[in-house]
Every structure is written in structure tokens, then in C-alpha cells.
């Protein structure tokens, strides 16, 4: 079956109430699962008795199991062995996004996809937000000879914002702001560093680009051969919102808000960005000192200096595991790898 074939019914998410201690007598009522409220951290149920809304935590829910997998997986391109344990579904004030409805371990594999669009920005144009004609036309090829279902899954990413362009460009505004490349926290110039010498392509990922932004993801991807696999970063909670980075790491909060707001057209309202003043300041600190020593590590990379590389990787994790960040860096991990190998020491 394929999602056009869904029906509105099926997709929709049905829970039992349970473990209501301020009103038992809901204890035992089904309904519907309408959305998620991130403010209060609950889902609005619609209760199937008597049509009356309801805002309920996510302990005190049993979603229901054999039948839950996303209207979203119902496509070739994905694959996963945990389909019941994550759903799109509407959060408030966000548009879509993807929330747990189990208990997730770090380090699980959420699931694996191949990308619907996958586009190489020419070099001399990399850094431009405006595209070249013929950039444009390899991309709208590309999207002419999609199915009509993946189309409409691909439109139903793109911003109000874009809705008055010709398509063409609103689908290169669409593509921009819900694609990226091979590479999590690592800087283009780093990529475009390596060994080839060219770009690598960024994709667009229909069920991945569903993430929501937070400055202190819950997630991390990795793509390999084409396909990108999202996982746990650290155990995540029923009922807690699944989220990526749309930002570097070392950037200040007044920053991130500027791009997030210009690029994105959202106020980021995460656990960071919300820290009283002098909390945020403090994490501005360490995410400016974060950038310093990043940038240090490839002079010191060619430099040999193998054990201050060494140093340097472990003061990164330590200014991450302070801001609540367990995201992968794997551009630090091989700076790691092989400093340990000039050193002539065995990983661990
Ligand atoms: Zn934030």
C-alpha cells in the first residue's frame, strides 16, 4: 500500500488512557491522538466518547500497537525495525514533526532512507543562495520524474513563505532549507577540504527533513553509500520530541536565532535558547571557545602535533557533554583515529 492510499482514518493514531490520577474516570477511554503540545510537553487527545479534547502526558497514554506505523513509512524509501516506535505527527506552532512513542536507547537505529532529490552545488556557487539556470533545471528534472505521491509529500515541506515563486524556485527554496550534506557538524569547508577536491551533494530525505530543530538535538544521522541512517544520541523518552541540528554547533545563541529565523522562519525556543541570560551566556562561551579549538585542529593536524590533537578532540567532548549534546562528530572522531594511530596507539 502506498501513503495516497491511505485514508484519513487509518493514518490516525489511536491511545487508551491510563494512570490518571486527577480524573480516574478517564482511565480505561480510548481516542484519538490529534497532536503534540511541545510547550506543556503533552499529545491533544480527542476522546472517542464524547468528541471532547484533551491535553494528556505521554506515561499516561498506551498508544495503540499492531496497526501505528507511519502512513510516512508506507514507502520503498524507507526502512526501519523500530516503525512503532516514532510518528509524524502535527506539533503545535512547528508544522510537522517526529515524536517517540517508545522508549529509545542511544545509539538505536531509527531508521534508514534513500533521498528523493540529491543535488551537487557547482564550487564556485557553493557558498551563494542564489542558483545557476541550469543548477535549477537539473533539480526540476530531477523532481519531474518523481511519482505524483512522493510530489506531494515533497510540496507539503515547503514554507507559506515560498508559495507566490515559480515552482522551480519554490522547489529550490524547499530543497535549500530541508536538505543536507554527507557530513553532521562539520563545516562545508572541511568537506570541500578533502581528498577529491569537489562538493559533496546535499539530498533531501522525505520522512528525515520531518525533524524539528533543536539546539540540543536528541538525534544524529549518518549517511553511507546514499542512504541515510538516523539514531538515538542519548536515551529519549515516550512522548519526547525527535530532533536534528540545523546549525553548527560552535555558533552563539544570537546567531543561531538569525539564521534560524532568516533561513528557516522560526524563533528557536529549545532548552538552550531558552536558559535564563546568564546561562546562555555561559553556553555562548563555551560554544566560542568550541569554535576556537575546532578550527585549531586541522593547523594542528598538519602540524603533527599528534597529542595536542588528541587534547584538543577531548576538550570538544567535553564542551559538548556540558551543553547536552551527544550528537556524533565525525570529523573529530577521525582527527581521534588517526592521531592515535601516528601515536601508535590502539583505539580503547
Ligand atoms: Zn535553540
Redesign the pocket.
Same mark, same amino acid.
Given at each position: 500500500m502506498t501513503s495516497s492510499q491511505l485514508t484519513e482514518a487509518q493514518t490516525g493514531l489511536e491511545a487508551t488512557i491510563e494512570g490518571l490520577q486527577s480524573r480516574p474516570e478517564l482511565n480505561g477511554a480510548r481516542g484519538k491522538v490529534l497532536k503534540f503540545l511541545p510547550e506543556k510537553n503533552r499529545f491533544q487527545v480527542r476522546l472517542a466518547s464524547d468528541e471532547s479534547c484533551l491535553s494528556v502526558k505521554a506515561t499516561n497514554l498506551q498508544f495503540e500497537g499492531a496497526d501505528r506505523a507511519d502512513a510516512e513509512l508506507q514507502t520503498s524509501r524507507v526502512t526501519s525495525d523500530r516503525a512503532n516506535a516514532f510518528r509524524v505527527m502535527e506539533v503545535e506552532g512547528r508544522g510537522k514533526g517526529v515524536i517517540a512513542l517508545e522508549m529509545l536507547k542511544k545509539g538505536d537505529a531509527l531508521w534508514v532512507e534513500t533521498p528523493v532529490l540529491s543535488h551537487c552545488r557547482p564550487a564556485q556557487f557553493a557558498n551563494s543562495p542564489s542558483w545557476d539556470p541550469e543548477e535549477i533545471v537539473r533539480l526540476w528534472d530531477q523532481f519531474s520524474a518523481l511519482a505524483e505521491n512522493d510530489k506531494g509529500r515533497l510540496w507539503s515541506l515547503a514554507s507559506k513563505n515560498n508559495q507566490f515563486l515559480p515552482p522551480p524556485q519554490e522547489l529550490v527554496q524547499t530543497f535549500a532549507t530541508n536538505s543536507f550534506g554527507p557530513e553532521e557538524n562539520t563545516r562545508m569547508a572541511d568537506v570541500a577540504d578533502a581528498s577529491t577536491g569537489s562538493l559533496a551533494s546535499d539530498m533531501l530525505f522525505l520522512l528525515t527533513a520531518r525533524l524539528n530543530?533543536?539546539? !540540543?538535538p536528541n538525534c544524529s544521522r549518518r549517511v553511507t553509500g546514499g542512504k541515510v541512517t538516523v539514531f538515538a544520541a542519548r536515551d529519549i523518552e515516550k512522548g519526547e520530541e525527535l530532533t536534528f541540528s540545523y546549525i553548527g554547533f560552535w555558533h552563539d545563541?544570537r546567531f !543561531?536565532?538569525q539564521v534560524?529565523q532568516g533561513n528557516y522562519g522560526f524563533v528557536?525556543?529549545?532548552?538552550?535558547?531558552?536558559l535564563p541570560p546568564s546561562e546562555l551566556a555561559e553556553s555562548d562561551a563555551r560554544r566560542r571557545r568550541f569554535d576556537r579549538l575546532d578550527d585549531e585542529l586541522p593547523k594542528l593536524r598538519k602540524a603533527k602535533l599528534w597529542k595536542k590533537v588528541l587534547q584538543t578532540c577531548a576538550e570538544l567532548w567535553a564542551i559538548r557533554k556540558e551543553e547536552g549534546d551527544e550528537t556524533s562528530m565525525f570529523f573529530v572522531e577521525e582527527h581521534e583515529r588517526l592521531a592515535r594511530e601516528k601515536l601508535g596507539k590502539s583505539k580503547k
Open positions: 530543530h533543536s539546539c !540540543r545563541h !543561531r536565532q534560524l528557536c525556543k529549545c532548552p538552550v535558547c531558552g
